[in-house]
Antibody, heavy 121, light 110 residues
């Protein structure tokens, strides 16, 4: 079955960096776009970034542009989100999700359970 | 990249129907047929209930339906059941590999 498992969250000081990971299984990983979506405590969903199935196309929200970088390693079925210059506004649960259909992405059909990132001194 | 606008909350009695609107612009909702809807129960990950405006994933009850007119998409839940009580979010493709979510709507079953 399709599984996405996020890891790497934790407490980090303002201005520091953190990398979160998304390990996938149960599907042909190198044919699917992967998204990161975050949810601040008590708030709504915010789309953060995506990376295409082959890693050639990447995009991110204006709110994280220049600070966050998305990458993937298809040999390890894993997507990464490198987060730099973190601020309190980045405190959130970070979900990874699979884009569907293969080689494209009109929706996010499977989601992980999320990893909590807390930016605090 | 402004969030799509949804009503803060809607409610209905069991068996009734509720409709949630999702208003964007011609650059997102109005410009593409890639509108999707997600159901999220407290403490859980979101679940896809509608994709490509009107399509239901396998396993989603046909009580859930979607539509779009101009810059506004809508999700209708018919025959409301207790388990439908949740937060609902719309999402649209906005071009250049960018996506935007709605502000979210809390559905209450009275």
């Amino acid at each position: 079955q399709v599984q996405l498992v996020e890891s790497g969250g934790g407490v980090v000081q303002p201005g520091r960096s953190l990398r979160v990971s998304c390990a996938a299984s149960g599907f042909t990983f190198n044919t699917y776009t992967i998204h990161w979506v975050r949810q601040a405590p008590g708030r709504g969903l915010e789309w953060v970034a995506l990376i295409s199935y082959d890693g050639t196309k990447k995009s991110c929200a204006d709110s994280v542009k220049g600070r966050f970088t998305i990458s993937r390693d298809n040999s390890y079925n894993t997507v990464y989100l490198q987060m730099n210059s973190l601020g309190s506004e980045d405190t959130a649960i970070y979900f990874c999700a699979r884009g569907s259909p293969p080689y494209s992405s009109s929706s996010l059909d499977y989601w992980g359970q999320g990893t909590l990132v807390t930016v605090s001194s | 990249q402004s969030a799509l606008t949804q009503p803060r909350s809607v409610s209905g009695s069991p068996g009734q129907s509720v409709t949630i609107s999702c208003t964007g612009t011609s650059s997102d909702v109005g410009g593409y047929n890639h509108v999707s809807w997600y159901q999220q129960h407290p403490g859980k990950a979101p679940k896809l209930v509608i994709y490509d405006v009107t399509q239901r994933p396998s396993g989603v009850p046909d009580r859930f339906s979607g539509s779009k007119s101009g810059n506004t998409a809508s999700l209708t839940v018919s025959g409301l059941q207790a388990e439908d009580e949740a937060d609902y979010y719309c999402c649209s493709y906005a071009g250049s590999y960018i996506y935007v979510f709605g502000t979210g709507t809390q559905v209450t079953v009275l």
